[in-house]
């Protein structure tokens, strides 16, 4: 399911226009990703969490070149489904 078909599909269910449902959902997107960049986790009772996940430091390998190189530690977007949602899909 695409953004478009989300919209559409709300827009559909509430009687909203398009374009208010369009901004509702990029202010949605726009807050989560405003919160995870300040390293702050968000939370949807019902639904799941959005978190960040913390890669540990690690080796690499340029096989073409024959090197090593260090990726450095770093922090990964995640979403963990809540235990009520996880259960509805099985």
Do not use: C, W
Not at 66 to 72: C, E, Q, R, V, Y
């Amino acid at each position: 399911m695409t953004k478009a078909e989300i919209v559409n599909e709300i827009a559909h269910k509430t009687g909203t226009d398009r374009a208010t449902v369009l901004n509702t959902v990029e202010a949605f997107m726009e807050s989560v990703k405003d919160s995870l960049t300040a390293g702050e986790n968000v939370y949807l009772r019902g639904f799941g969490s959005f978190i960040l996940k913390k890669r540990a430091q690690k080796t690499a390998r340029n096989i073409s070149k024959n090197t090593t190189l260090i990726i450095p530690e770093h922090n990964i977007p995640a979403f963990k489904p809540a235990k009520s949602f996880s259960e509805r899909i099985k």
